[in-house]
């Protein structure tokens, strides 16, 4: 019997680099059952599948000097070991975070000792203050070194891994053993503050996340009936229960008790603790931490409000319609873990590089001290004041860390995509902002992503329609039949001839359609009335009876001249007539289009829609900025469109409404759904969805892109730059072992920083 699949997460305590998390995830790898295993420093997170044994995962995980504990338990719950984050202090900023854990407050203190060690030098020479400064120094590295030689030779011992701290431990022994005792304690106590500035910087990073989990309210005010009122009881018959009584009253309850359909009270001032509709009252709210939008918006009676948002001036009534743990922002903020989880391309090149170059620096450096003197009689030791090549192979081990290297990538893209997430744009994933980044044809749908997607009918004409009459009946005859039909379609153009219908109080004519279907991309057919009723494009008509449309075939060819969307009505075997639909570009389509070519002229933008060539066109036209209109398309064409286009140009991103669309946006190399706050299809289908229901953030997401792919190029390059620099001062002898890991620690910080600049809007 096959062991049952686990799939578990935990955070982990004590990482305090990037190298750290991947020599883990090896080390991890090798236990019995796991199939795979993900650890995302920046974000402190492991999950692991397969079929092991829990336990053994997290007796692995301490064993090599870290914590696991489940995702938002009490730190203070577990064991108090080495790596363990003591109470939380006052102190400010990163001293505070050196004084919060046991490993930081043993550099701390190795800090200090070297540094009283220095001012011994101030004094005159003797044997006594010799051998004070001595002391002094191996005391400074002992307690910086102790944790770092703990983790090294754990992971050299339980998972058979040259670690970065193996490393460093190599290189301060090795110092001290040629008398370099000074440098030795100046390496390690540089380093070990280094990884911990790495990791202050990287918990900033964090903190960003924990910015969209603090918009996650954790009470609401609940209107619930009184249950066992003591002062109704045995009042006519009343024994418990709901009180007949009482009327209902206000609780303060945790989100995750109430239920759907409750009624939940919002004070001004206060966050929306559920997703809902408003029953009563009249506010404006902020929806900026859901849909990214700057300006608060009006809401009342019957609209729909998301957890998280900011409620204005009065209160509001609403009525739950999610539970909390499914609400828009609880997806936000899972979507968002789960895009940093993932790694894109070069980052998963990176950590594939990082776990054979750090062995191959042991040898590089085994070679740099051995064959010089062997083969050329060079000096191995210090000698004459010039280094010898044991000193040079120790001042290699420390410059050649990949700490800056690795961390180049995650830190960025972690923050690209929590700002983005801020902003009402989520981005299912590292990769996906890359493959964005070197897009250059965007295909956009037409109806709902370019346009309104809230047409309206502008004309209903019947056959026998008597155009001198202020009302005709014949056309509204015709509009009442076609609304039966329609009635059972979701389609845009279908709720416009409905809507008609209502204005026109037609909508219940006559009963309800029977058999109603759909014609994929052409119309809807059903009985009504006992008739056979027919609604659909010029075409479907044309492809049953070229003869059916003669009588207003001008009428109709004039239409769809000035661009407006013709359905024709049928009965049975003949025409009734038709009805004319218009709809109305986005207000932000246009500039949004221009930005977007203006952001690389090799972008070309394509319009792929299942309207008619002539109202297409006449779309395009008036909105610009489109290179290519491409009509009449079903939802299979539109399929074999985006698989032409990624022939002709390579990688293709698709922008529409994340519901209609689906296939064609799970085709293309980026799926991007626009209006993700009211449906949860486009958060599922799409690859990229933008909260707003507007094309404005669109082209901010591009830049963002290319941004985050150009900083991850600058770190990668600078990283790799300044360590060729330094291994040709290393070679010679001019490079020394404090310079060294001051050099690899600033990289680090760096491009920590430098990736950091995602966090703000304009990078």
């Not at 080495?82 to 990163?94: D, E, H, S």
């Not at 004409?461 to 609304?483: G, K, Q, T, Y």
């Amino acid at each position: 019997m096959a062991e049952e699949q686990k799939e578990v997460k935990y955070s982990i305590q004590g990482m305090d680099c990037a190298d750290c998390a991947l020599s883990l995830e090896r080390s991890l790898a090798q236990i019995k059952g796991v199939e795979q295993v993900n650890i995302n420093f920046t974000t402190g997170i492991l999950e692991a599948h397969g079929s092991f044994d829990p336990q053994a995962l997290v007796q692995r995980v301490e064993a090599l000097g870290y914590k696991a504990h489940l995702p938002g338990a009490s730190e203070e719950s577990t064991a108090v070991d080495v790596n363990t984050p003591l109470k939380a202090t006052k102190l400010p900023g990163f001293l505070g975070y050196l004084y919060a854990s046991v490993p930081t407050r043993l550099a701390l203190l190795g800090a200090i000792l070297l540094g009283i060690s220095a001012l011994f030098s101030l004094f005159p020479a003797s044997e006594n203050i010799h051998w004070t400064r001595l002391a002094l120094q191996l005391a400074a590295a002992g307690l910086a070194g102790y944790p770092i030689a703990n983790r090294g030779l754990r992971a050299a011992i339980i998972s058979k891994q040259v670690t970065i701290d193996l490393l460093m431990i190599i290189a301060t022994v090795g110092a001290v053993l040629i008398r370099e005792t000074g440098e030795a304690s100046t390496v390690i106590i540089l380093f070990a503050i280094g990884e911990a500035l790495e990791g202050y910087t990287a918990e900033r990073a964090r903190h960003s996340l924990q910015s969209l989990l603090a918009l996650k309210p954790e009470e609401a005010h609940v209107m619930r009936p009184c249950i066992d009122c003591e002062e109704h009881l045995g009042q006519e018959g009343y024994d418990g229960g709901a009180c007949p009584f009482c009327g209902d009253h206000e609780l303060t309850l945790p989100v995750a008790q109430i239920s759907l359909g409750e009624r939940v009270i919002v004070r001004p001032g206060e966050r929306i603790p559920v997703d809902g509709h408003v029953i009563s009252g009249t506010s404006m709210v902020n929806q900026a931490p859901v849909t990214g939008e700057s300006i608060p918006v009006s809401k009342a009676a019957g609209d729909k409000v998301y957890a998280g948002t900011l409620n204005g001036e009065a209160v509001l009534e609403i009525s739950v319609s999610q539970l909390a743990q499914n609400s828009t922002i609880s997806r936000i903020v899972q979507l968002v873990e789960q895009a940093q989880a993932q790694r894109a391309p070069v980052e998963r090149f990176i950590d594939r590089f990082a776990a054979w170059y750090t062995p191959a620096v042991v040898l590089l450096a085994a070679c740099v001290a051995i064959i010089p003197p062997l083969v050329f009689q060079a000096p191995f030791l210090d000698a004459n004041g010039v280094h010898g090549w044991l000193y040079r192979a120790l001042a290699l081990l420390i410059i050649a860390c990949p700490c800056a290297l690795v961390i180049s990538t995650p830190v960025t893209m972690v923050s690209s995509l929590t700002s983005l997430a801020g902003r009402g744009v989520l981005v299912k994933g590292g990769a996906y902002l890359d493959v964005l980044a070197n897009t250059r044809l965007f295909a956009f749908d037409k109806t709902g992503t370019l346009t309104l997607g809230q047409p309206s009918v502008t004309r209903a004409r019947s056959v026998d329609c008597l155009p001198e009459a202020s009302r005709c009946p014949a056309c509204d005859d015709m509009l009442a039949l076609a609304a039966t039909v329609e009635s059972r379609s979701a389609h845009p153009l279908a709720q416009a001839i409905v809507a008609e219908a209502q204005r026109r109080q037609l909508a219940h004519f006559y009963p309800a359609a029977q058999s109603v279907q759909a014609l994929a991309g052409q119309g809807v057919q059903g009985v009504s009335n006992g008739s056979h009723i027919l609604v659909g494009s010029h075409d479907l008509f044309h492809a049953r009876d070229d003869a059916l449309d003669q009588p207003l075939h001008t009428e109709i060819q004039n239409a769809v001249d000035q661009g407006q969307t013709v359905m024709l009505i049928g009965k049975d075997d003949s025409l009734l007539g038709f009805v004319t639909v218009a709809d109305k570009a986005r207000p932000m389509s246009s500039e949004a289009l221009r930005q977007l070519k203006a952001i690389d002229p090799l972008i070309r933008t394509v319009m792929l829609t299942g309207d008619n060539p002539a109202v297409a066109e006449k779309m395009a036209a008036n909105m610009g900025y489109l290179d290519e209109v491409r009509a009449g398309l079903l939802p299979e064409d539109k399929l074999a469109e985006i698989r032409s286009l990624q022939a002709k140009y390579g990688q293709v991103a698709m922008v529409g409404d994340g519901v209609n669309d689906a296939p064609a946006l799970a085709a293309a190399n980026v799926g991007i759904a626009l209006g993700g706050a009211g449906t949860a299809q486009a958060m599922e289908t799409a690859h990229v969805v933008l909260m707003q229901d507007d094309l404005a953030c669109l082209p901010e997401t591009v830049r963002t892109a290319r941004r985050t792919q150009t900083i991850i190029k600058q770190n990668i390059a600078f990283s790799l730059v300044l360590k060729v620099a330094f291994l040709a001062l290393t070679l010679p002898g001019l490079a020394t072992l404090w310079l060294a890991v001051f050099a690899d620690m600033g990289a680090s910080l760096l491009v920590t920083l430098n990736g950091m600049r995602m966090l703000r809007k304009n990078g």
